[in-house]
């Protein structure tokens, strides 16, 4: 099993500019989950899908932001136009629906310039 | 709201010795609790959880925790500490959302730095 995949590993953009974030979840896991990690904020829930379907975005800070989930193996995360406050490391997780621990994946370390 | 609170930023002990991180947390219900590993550049990975049962939890890499209702704390232990074991650890409380699953609230992590 290859895990979550998420690409690319690092993004450096202007400000400004459209960033868009992709994921892999782990077949035949149901939920997908998107977190965001900064220094000053720890680890933040943005946004998590149960069989595709978006349950609660409560956590999308603006919106800048949008997330999809077109079908089961496939996810991604939008920051359209993007800002300096957007840099962070941005983690896509992924389990079963009702319980099970999340798996991640190794993240998106973006800085926006 | 679920909260969980990681009361040490750092802790450092010499390899070989004992380890114990804390973590309180506060949920309304009975709690799902977890502990997570992150190494540098890494995702985070599962060390062990906490749903029901046997409140002494073993866990991967040697790893325990003990979740003590009284106290509200899931404190996680090892008993000797290998140089590989530095990385930052997080404890999370898992609340039922909208659907039907539970989601894990993060504390704010413990850097453990191991000395030689």
């Known amino acids: 099993d290859a895990g979550v995949i998420q690409s690319p590993r690092h993004e450096v953009t202007e400000m400004g500019q459209e960033v868009t974030l992709r994921c892999k979840p782990i077949?035949?896991?149901?939920?997908l989950f998107w977190y965001r990690q900064t220094m000053m904020r720890g680890l933040e829930l943005l946004i998590y899908?149960?069989?595709?379907?978006?349950?609660?975005d409560s956590g999308m800070p603006e919106d800048r932001f949008s997330a999809k989930m077109p079908n089961a193996s496939f996810s991604t995360l939008k920051i359209q136009p993007s800002e300096p406050r957007d840099s962070a490391v941005y983690f896509c997780?992924?389990?079963?629906?009702?319980?099970?621990?999340?798996?991640f994946g190794n993240g998106t370390r973006l800085t926006v310039t | 709201a679920q909260s969980v609170t990681q009361p040490d930023i750092h802790i450092t002990v010499s390899e070989g010795a004992s380890l114990e991180l804390r973590c309180n947390y506060s949920?309304?219900?009975?709690?799902?609790l977890f502990w997570y590993v992150q190494s540098p550049g890494q995702g985070l990975q599962l060390l062990l959880k906490?749903?029901?049962?046997?409140?002494l939890v073993q866990g991967i890499k040697g790893f325990e925790a003990e979740f003590k209702r009284s106290q509200s704390s899931f404190n996680l232990r090892k008993p000797s500490v290998h140089w590989s074991d530095a990385a930052e650890y997080f404890c999370?409380?898992?609340?039922?959302?909208?659907?039907?699953?539970?989601?894990?609230?993060f504390g704010r992590g413990t850097s453990l730095i191991v000395h030689p």
């Open positions: 997780a992924s389990s079963f629906q009702g319980g099970s621990p999340l798996h």
């Open positions: 077949s035949g896991h149901n939920s």
């Open positions: 899908f149960n069989n595709n379907v978006p349950i609660d």
């Open positions: 949920y309304g219900a009975t709690p799902y």
């Open positions: 906490y749903f029901s049962g046997d409140t």
């Open positions: 999370a409380v898992g609340s039922l959302k909208a659907g039907g699953s539970y989601i894990p609230t």
